[in-house]
């Protein structure tokens, strides 16, 4: 049997390569680069910080709270009160807090309260914290309101009629 010769496919030529890998190996590599140069501050959300009670009388404490700053400390600073120093509340110190006593001339209306992470220059927040006019309550923790004229009169009237009482039936058991 004559031998015949083994079919070859046809020829065919190179076909040419995309660039589109190569664009894409690029531009990932350039992403790798900005992502590397950007600074750490971005990978942390704004803290967030509050003021509790937000309203508050001269004399009054109130409980400061910062969550998201990233570092254990945060300085505080209002011209209601003192600078505060704030300490963390779990081991991440996600969350860091403390307490403030409201300057007991401090004048009503609304005041800033600064919260810097990390101390000055670090990322800050800003909230307010309202101050009413008067004196801090003290004694019945600030349940009893303020007395008008006609009730001190009322009660005074009860009290020595009381007395009067008192002593009349004193003397009737003496005299007896």
Do not use: D
């Given at each position: 049997?004559?031998?015949?010769p083994?079919a070859q496919?046809p020829?065919?030529a190179?076909r040419?390569?995309?660039?589109a890998?190569?664009?894409?190996m690029?531009a990932a590599?350039a992403a790798l680069?900005?992502?590397a140069?950007?600074?750490?501050?971005?990978a942390?959300?704004?803290p967030?910080?509050?003021v509790?009670?937000t309203?508050?009388?001269?004399?009054?404490?109130?409980a400061l709270?910062?969550e998201g700053?990233?570092?254990?400390?945060?300085r505080?600073?209002?011209?209601?009160?003192?600078?505060?120093?704030?300490?963390?509340g779990?081991?991440e110190?996600t969350?860091l807090?403390?307490n403030?006593t409201?300057?007991?001339?401090?004048?009503?209306?609304a005041?800033?309260?600064t919260?810097?992470?990390?101390g000055?220059?670090?990322?800050?927040?800003?909230v307010s914290?309202?101050?009413t006019?008067g004196?801090?309550?003290?004694?019945?923790?600030g349940?009893?309101?303020?007395?008008?004229t006609?009730q001190?009169?009322?009660g005074?009237t009860?009290?020595a009629?009381?007395l009067?009482?008192?002593?009349?039936v004193l003397r009737?058991?003496?005299?007896a």
């Amino acid at each position: 049997m004559p031998a015949t010769p083994l079919a070859q496919p046809p020829a065919t030529a190179p076909r040419p390569r995309s660039a589109a890998p190569r664009r894409l190996m690029m531009a990932a590599a350039a992403a790798l680069i900005v992502a590397a140069a950007m600074p750490v501050t971005l990978a942390h959300a704004a803290p967030s910080a509050s003021v509790s009670p937000t309203t508050v009388a001269p004399g009054g404490r109130v409980a400061l709270n910062v969550e998201g700053c990233g570092t254990k400390v945060a300085r505080v600073t209002s011209t209601a009160f003192n600078e505060v120093r704030l300490t963390p509340g779990n081991l991440e110190a996600t969350n860091l807090f403390g307490n403030a006593t409201v300057f007991s001339n401090a004048g009503p209306g609304a005041h800033r309260v600064t919260f810097e992470c990390g101390g000055p220059g670090g990322q800050s927040v800003t909230v307010s914290l309202q101050v009413t006019p008067g004196a801090a309550r003290g004694g019945t923790g600030g349940s009893i309101g303020s007395m008008s004229t006609t009730q001190v009169a009322v009660g005074g009237t009860l009290a020595a009629a009381a007395l009067v009482g008192g002593v009349w039936v004193l003397r009737r058991r003496a005299a007896a």
